[in-house]
């Protein structure tokens, strides 16, 4: 017998599941599922019987009458393969000969300054996004110059990259500070669910302290099936009637499992829980309890709080880099040491790098910069001259 329906919505697809139950050879109840294909799935319905076929030896392996037997997956999947494995085969030479010639280009490279000539969109598409080349011009250690094309990169990695020079822009900052965002994501979330949490445990607790069990009738049992454009699963939902303390007869529907609404019929009884003041505020008994609201409560203040003090700590250094970009008095300074941190994006880990320069005054100071990607600090050794802002009315700061 098919008991339960339900869809499963993403993004590109869906995916259809049925709920059955049949009884084996051996006289064990057997309940599972399956997926089906949406044909399949229409054609079933809630509470109908269902043809099954099953192994002997092992019940729980079964399938339903229509689904057949899937000779045509591994056929295309097989095709695919021979067509797929030769063009994996030059991709991944290909890309093992380029992964080499990086490593040795970051082992064994001459690093020099490079200036930008161009800026462009290619034909290739990532996730239906256009990538981004830079082609930039630098002399070697004999002084020929070269023209070279970077690899092609996201529009956010391109933005602010300018021919004849490096512009630095908001949004190329805050992708530098990403951990702002990741703060305020969680914050966000956190809270959401923070307020959500302590509404749910007062309510909890007021039926705990508060709510009062009685016997109602069982009025009446539905089936609300699953179908593409409504309910994305079956629900057996059981309608009652019980008399609060006032006398008045209230009505409520409360959803149960598939064995209690096959056992409960019109006319027995069924134990409710409801809160004295508000009796359309019903529910079966035993069902609730406040550990979901005080775990999802726990939760949330964890979000909260890392949330929040990441976006303080980390949004105070954007506010100052930038400012520092906009108004800071320029300065030439010297790389004293570049080092590897603790902070990863994107599952790379991020550096540092450490520089000394004087100010307007003449007075030295140093500075460290913060989580830079690893190829822009192994474009830079200790020694090399690099451009500093620093604020006037406070040098040390830059």
Same mark, same amino acid.
């Given at each position: ?38 044909? &399949? ?14 192994? #002997? ?33 030059? !991709? ?55 023209? #070279? ?27 530098? *500070? ?14 959401? &669910? ?14 705990? #302290?508060?709510?009062? !069990?009685?016997?109602?009738? !069982? ?24 008399? %609060? ?25 069924? #134990? ?27 939760? %949330? ?58 100010? *307007?005054?003449?007075?030295? *100071? ?8 690893? *190829?822009?600090?192994?474009? &830079? ?18």
């Amino acid at each position: 017998m098919v008991l339960t329906k339900s869809i499963a919505r993403g993004k590109n697809e869906r995916t259809y599941r049925v709920g059955y139950r049949f009884l084996a050879s051996d006289g064990t109840t057997i309940r599972t599922h399956a997926q089906v294909s949406p044909g &399949l799935w229409d054609r079933l319905a809630e509470r109908e019987p269902v043809r099954v076929t099953y192994l #002997k030896s092992d019940p729980r392996v079964s399938r339903l009458e229509g689904a057949g037997p899937d000779r045509s997956g591994p056929a295309i999947l097989t095709l695919i393969g021979l067509v797929v494995a030769p063009i994996g085969a030059v !991709v991944f030479f290909k890309g093992v000969r380029g992964i080499a010639r990086q490593v040795r280009l970051q082992t064994e490279g001459t690093r020099t300054y490079a200036t930008v000539i161009d800026v462009a969109p290619t034909k290739m598409r990532i996730n239906g996004v256009a990538q981004w080349r830079i082609r930039y011009r630098y002399q070697d250690h004999r002084g020929r110059t070269y023209g #070279k094309w970077s690899a092609a990169m996201s529009p956010e990695e391109a933005e602010g990259w300018k021919a004849g020079e490096t512009a630095v822009t908001f949004l190329r900052l805050l992708r530098r *500070h990403v951990l702002v965002l990741f703060g305020a994501f969680f914050f966000c979330v956190g809270l959401g &669910l923070l307020i959500a949490g302590i509404s749910e445990a007062l309510r909890e607790r007021r039926f705990e #302290k508060s709510g009062v !069990v009685v016997n109602a009738v !069982v009025v009446g049992k539905s089936l609300a099936r699953a179908s593409r454009d409504g309910n994305s699963s079956t629900r057996y939902e059981i309608a009652y009637r019980f008399f %609060a303390e006032d006398g008045r007869p209230v009505e409520g529907v409360n959803v149960v499992d598939v064995e209690e609404w096959e056992r409960l019929e019109p006319g027995r009884p069924f #134990k409710v829980t409801y809160l004295p003041g508000a009796p359309d505020a019903s529910r079966a008994e035993g069902t609730g309890g406040i550990a979901g609201p005080l775990i999802m409560s726990g939760i %949330a203040i964890v979000f909260v709080f890392v949330g929040g003090t990441l976006s303080v700590v980390t949004g105070r250094g954007l506010v100052r880099t930038w400012r520092l970009l906009r108004i800071g008095q320029p300065a030439r300074g010297s790389v004293i040491a570049i080092r590897e941190t603790q902070v990863t994006v994107n599952r790379q880990r991020q550096w540092e790098i450490r520089y000394r320069y004087q100010d *307007h005054v003449g007075r030295t *100071h140093e500075g460290t910069s913060g989580p830079v990607a690893p *190829h822009e600090a192994q474009a &830079l050794t200790e020694g090399d001259s690099i451009d500093v802002r620093f604020d006037r009315a406070e040098p040390a700061s830059s």
